[in-house]
């Protein structure tokens, strides 16, 4: 079956660097996703990864190595407004999508 | 205007009715989904369509029905609701772009309570 890992839980404090990990295992791999949810709101995309290596979006960046069936996802910056919820979405045999169970990031002054 | 939209947004019923929640999108996407969310388990898909002729069953189907009227409109039924189908239950809208890369589009959700 198909599984990913990711922690419950980050904290930090404004201004700081944060990297929220996932780990997953699926046959059939072909991209690895990140999303981010605000409390009571909808999730919206953040970043997309099929190949290795990094990707960069502003503040955010994602990382992956297929090798290794992991990514993380990288917040420099922090600002308040990062306080959300953090979803990695795995692509797999072409046309399904699976996501985990979510980071809930809470950024402190 | 919202891409995606659900209505409606907050239901309360009662066990053993039936209930239909819409979506509507504008993006002009062939790919729909339904999800629901509980805490701690994250978003779980319910089921998917990739065009209008096409219904598949995600990981949670049992308990529910979909109907897909056209491109833009894509419902979920719960025949016989029960308290455990009180969720948050998202529609999604997606591109597959031929790089592989798929971006999902959610509704704003739709607050589900069966008492």
């Given at each position: 079956g198909q599984s990913l890992e990711q922690p419950s839980e980050v904290t930090a404090v404004e201004g700081a660097i944060v990297q929220i990990n996932c780990t997953y295992q699926t046959s059939g791999f072909y991209g690895l996703s990140w999303y981010q949810q605000h409390d009571g709101g909808a999730p919206t995309f953040l970043s997309y990864n099929a190949l290795d290596g990094l990707e960069e979006t502003g503040r955010f960046s994602s990382f992956l190595s297929r090798s290794d069936s992991y990514g993380y996802l990288l917040l420099q910056e922090l600002q308040m407004k990062d306080s959300a919820s953090y979803f990695c979405a795995v692509g797999y045999n072409t046309d399904k999508l699976i996501f985990g169970t979510g980071t809930r990031l809470q950024v402190f002054p | 205007d919202a891409d995606v939209t659900q209505t409606p947004r907050n239901r309360i019923t009662k066990t053993g009715k039936r209930i239909m929640l819409e979506c509507s999108q504008t993006?002009?996407?062939?790919r729909m989904y339904w999800y629901r969310q509980d805490p701690g388990l994250g978003l779980r898909l319910i089921y998917y369509s990739f065009d209008v002729k096409d219904i598949n069953k995600g990981e949670i189907s049992d308990g529910y029905s979909v109907s897909r009227q056209a491109q833009a409109k894509f419902s979920l039924s719960l025949e016989s609701a029960i308290p455990n189908q009180t969720a948050l239950y998202f529609c999604a809208t997606s591109d597959l772009m031929t790089s592989g890369k798929e971006t999902q589009y959610f509704g704003p959700g739709t607050r589900l309570l069966v008492l």
């Open positions: - | 993006k002009g996407h062939d």
